[in-house]
C-alpha cells in the first residue's frame, strides 16, 4: 500500500471532514478577509461527512498530510438564492489549498485531477462561482468569465466561470492515459522479471499477458448473474473506479509436466500455485505505489478465496474480469485460454485511472468450442467432476481440499490442474495456431 510519502490524489474520507473545514477557513484568510464575512460563511466552508460520502471528494496528500482538496456537486435542479439563481448542472463548489503551499503547484494538479474525473464521468461543462482572488488562477486553467454574480456578502460580487471539457482535453486525457496503460504494463512485466531472481523463490513464469477493461463496462454487472448475485461491480470497490486491469502469469512448460501423472498435484505444482499467489499480491502492492505516484487511487483483490465457501461461487472472479479485459475465451474446462494458453494464475485490480480498454476477442480459442475437436480436458479430471455439457464444483473442491492435506507442508494448496495439463490449451492458443497452419 501507500507508504504516504509520496504525493498523491485520492478520495475523501468521511472522517476527514473537520481536516477539509480547517483547510477551507484557513484558505479564505489567506485573502485577509474581514471576521464578519466568516460568520456568514461559516456553514459554505464547513464540510461534513454526509458531503464527503455525497458527492466527488478529492484531497491533495503528502508524507499523509491532506495539503488540499476540491469538490464537485450536481444540481439537479435550479436553485433560486434570494435575487440569484444557481442552474442546475455540475459546479466546482471548493477547491482550497493550504496557505504555505499555495503557488506550489497542488492546485494545478488538482485541477488536471478534476479534468480526468469530468472526463471519467462523461460530464462536458463545469461551472465556478469562484472567490474574486482565484478568478486569474481558473482563467489560466482554460475556464471562462461568463459574468459577475451578487455574492453572500453584501455589495460584494463574485466571478461566474464555466469549465468546457472540450476535444482537445479529451485529446489530452486520452494520450495521457495511453502513457499510464503503457506504464501499467511495463511495470507488471519488469516486476515479475525481478521477482522471480530471488534466491527463496522456486517457480518461474513467462512473460505477463495484461489486459485493460473500462470500469463502467455493462459486462461486470452481468457477472451477477454469470457468476454470483454477490458478484462485485468495480464502483462497489471503488467509488471512482476507472479501470480495471487484469494480468496472467503463465508458468513455464517444466512447471506443467510434473502435473502429468498421478491423482493428485504434483509438489511443483502446489509450490507454483503457493508462490504465484504471493506474487500477485507483492506485484498488486508495487501497482498500488506506481498509480498513488500518478494520483490513482486503486483497490487491490486477493488473488484468491474470494467467494462464498459454502456456495464455490465467487465475489470477484478474476477469470471473468479476465474475459472482460479482452485476455481470452473460455474453454471447455471452465479455464481462460490466453494467447499463453490456460496453464497459470490470473490478478486483477481497480484503479481510478482512466486508460483505453482492450478489445475482446471474437472467436473461440477452445477446440472444443470451435469445431468440437478436443475433449482431452474431460477426459484428464481425475475426479469426475468435468463432463461436455455440465460441471460439478463440488465433486471439483472434494479433490482440491485432498491436494490440501497432501501438500500442506508448502501451505494451503487447494489447487489441481490437471484439466490443464498437457491438453492442446496448456500453454498456447489452439485456435489461433490451428488457423495459421490452414493458411
Not at 479529451?170 to 499510464?180: D, E, H, P
Request: hydrophobic share 35%; aromatic share 10%; net charge neutral.
Amino acid at each position: 500500500m501507500p507508504d504516504g510519502t509520496n504525493p498523491m490524489i485520492r478520495s475523501a474520507k468521511s472522517h476527514e471532514s473537520a481536516v477539509l473545514t480547517e483547510i477551507s477557513f484557513a484558505a479564505k484568510k489567506h485573502w485577509n478577509y474581514p471576521r464578519k464575512y466568516f460568520e456568514i460563511w461559516e456553514n459554505e466552508l464547513t464540510i461534513t461527512a454526509d458531503y464527503i460520502l455525497s458527492n466527488d471528494v478529492f484531497v491533495f496528500e503528502k508524507k499523509s498530510t491532506i495539503l488540499g482538496y476540491y469538490s464537485i456537486v450536481e444540481l439537479t435542479n435550479d436553485i433560486k438564492l434570494s435575487a440569484i439563481t444557481i442552474e442546475k448542472g455540475f459546479w466546482l463548489e471548493h477547491m482550497f489549498i493550504e496557505p504555505e503551499h499555495i503557488g506550489h503547484g497542488i492546485g494545478t494538479m488538482l485541477f488536471d485531477h478534476l479534468q480526468q474525473r469530468c472526463i471519467a464521468r462523461g460530464i462536458g461543462e463545469v461551472k465556478i462561482l469562484a472567490d474574486p482572488n482565484a478568478r486569474g488562477f481558473y482563467e489560466k486553467m482554460g475556464c471562462t468569465y461568463q459574468a459577475e454574480y451578487p455574492s453572500t456578502i453584501k455589495d460584494r460580487t463574485t466571478p461566474l466561470l464555466h469549465l468546457q471539457v472540450n476535444t482537445a482535453c479529451r485529446t489530452f486525457q486520452k494520450s495521457k492515459g495511453t502513457a499510464m496503460k503503457n506504464r501499467t504494463t511495463q511495470a507488471i512485466v519488469d516486476f515479475v522479471a525481478e521477482y522471480q531472481k530471488k534466491k527463496d523463490i522456486t517457480t518461474r513464469w513467462g512473460v505477463p499477458l495484461v489486459g485493460f477493461a473500462e470500469a463502467t463496462d455493462p459486462l461486470f454487472a452481468q457477472l451477477k448473474t454469470a457468476v454470483s448475485p454477490t458478484h462485485a461491480v468495480p464502483q462497489d470497490l471503488l467509488q471512482h473506479a476507472g479501470t480495471v486491469v487484469s494480468f496472467f502469469l503463465p508458468f513455464p512448460k517444466s512447471v506443467t509436466a510434473t502435473n502429468i501423472k498421478e491423482r493428485l498435484s504434483s509438489p511443483e505444482w502446489a509450490v507454483g500455485y503457493i508462490e504465484t499467489n504471493e506474487l500477485i499480491k507483492q506485484l498488486s502492492l508495487h501497482l498500488t505505489e506506481v498509480f498513488a505516484g500518478a494520483g490513482e487511487e486503486v483497490v487491490t483483490i486477493p488473488a484468491t478465496h474470494n467467494w462464498i465457501e459454502d456456495k464455490l461461487i465467487s465475489n470477484w472472479s478474476h477469470r471473468h474480469v479476465a474475459f472482460i479485459a479482452g485476455l481470452g475465451r473460455f474453454g471447455l474446462n471452465n479455464m481462460l485460454i490466453t494467447d499463453r494458453g490456460c496453464c497459470g494464475r490470473l490478478g486483477s485490480l481497480i484503479t481510478s485511472a482512466v486508460m483505453e480498454p482492450d478489445a475482446r476477442p471474437e472467436g473461440e480459442n477452445c477446440l472444443y468450442k470451435y469445431d468440437g475437436s478436443c475433449k482431452k480436458c474431460v477426459r484428464k479430471c481425475v475426479n469426475e467432476a468435468l463432463f461436455v455439457d455440465s460441471f460439478d464444483r463440488f465433486r471439483c473442491y472434494d479433490q482440491l481440499l485432498k491436494n490440501v492435506e497432501e501438500h500442506k507442508s508448502v501451505g494451503y494448496a487447494d489447487v489441481c490442474g490437471k484439466c490443464l495439463t498437457v491438453v492442446p490449451c496448456s500453454h498456447i492458443n489452439p485456435v489461433k495456431m490451428k488457423l495459421r497452419a490452414q493458411k
